[in-house]
């Protein structure tokens, strides 16, 4: 069974449209977190929740939306899309013993 | 910038030899971690090594963390074309955040 699971994998849209990407785990971890890879591999942290509770929050724009139903899930809603934010967007999640992060396969946003 | 810089970006090597790479961060940390990213992968965790440690091994992985320096290196020992991949390190600081360095994209030649 798959501990971190995004959808969609792969998502090419157009430029000013809305999307989300949807992330589960079931590692019954309390901490699950959003990264952004550009292209050159640069992982950066964008958001995350502890027990549904944001806790990080860095620069990004409004448009970018994180929400958390449950402990277990972290979705991230995109509005009005733009070139720049084509990358790889990573879930992940963490225990609160250590630090360690278990991360989701990735989901590739292309913006036209 | 916060980040961590890792050194070389990128590293050839041939299967059996040994692969060492380095990484510098600038702030406190509580612990210092390595991640391994396969090619249109998620990263998964290799190791983390404590503020409070010099040395850490877990298989063929040799971690050194040298606090007063800010810096930790990762040796992989007799390489395989498996091991082919980017490796990032990450620096594990107060309420569950990690930072990661620029990574250094690892190529093991059979």
């Known amino acids: 069974d798959t501990a971190v699971s995004q959808t969609p994998k792969y998502l090419v849209t157009q430029m000013g449209n809305d999307k989300s990407i949807k992330c589960e785990q079931n590692l019954g971890h309390d901490t699950m977190y959003w990264y952004k890879q550009d292209s050159k591999k640069f992982l950066k942290i964008m958001f995350s929740?502890?027990?549904?509770?944001?806790?990080i929050n860095e620069t990004v724009p409004n448009r970018f939306s994180p929400k958390s139903p449950d402990k277990a899930h972290l979705n991230l809603h995109i509005n009005s899309l733009e070139l720049g934010d084509s990358a790889v967007y990573f879930c992940?999640?963490?225990?609160?013993?250590?630090?360690?992060?278990?991360f989701g396969p990735g989901t590739r946003l292309t913006v036209l | 910038s916060q980040q961590g810089e890792e050194d070389p970006q990128a590293l050839s090597i041939q299967e059996g030899e040994n692969a060492t790479m380095n990484c510098s961060y600038k702030?406190?940390?509580?612990?210092l971690q390595w991640y391994r990213q396969n090619s249109g992968r998620g990263l998964v965790h290799l190791i983390l090594?404590?503020?409070?440690?010099r040395e850490k091994h877990s298989g063929r992985l040799r971690v050194t963390l040298d606090t007063s320096k800010k810096s930790s290196s990762l040796l992989i020992t007799a390489s395989r074309a498996a091991d082919t991949a980017s490796y990032f390190c990450a620096q594990g600081t107060s309420g569950s955040r990690l930072t990661f360095g620029e990574g250094t994209q690892l190529t093991v030649n059979p």
């Open positions: 090594i404590r503020s409070n440690e």
């Open positions: 702030t406190s940390i509580n612990n």
């Open positions: 992940a999640s963490a225990g609160l013993e250590i630090n360690e992060q278990f």
């Open positions: 929740y502890n027990n549904k509770e944001l806790i």
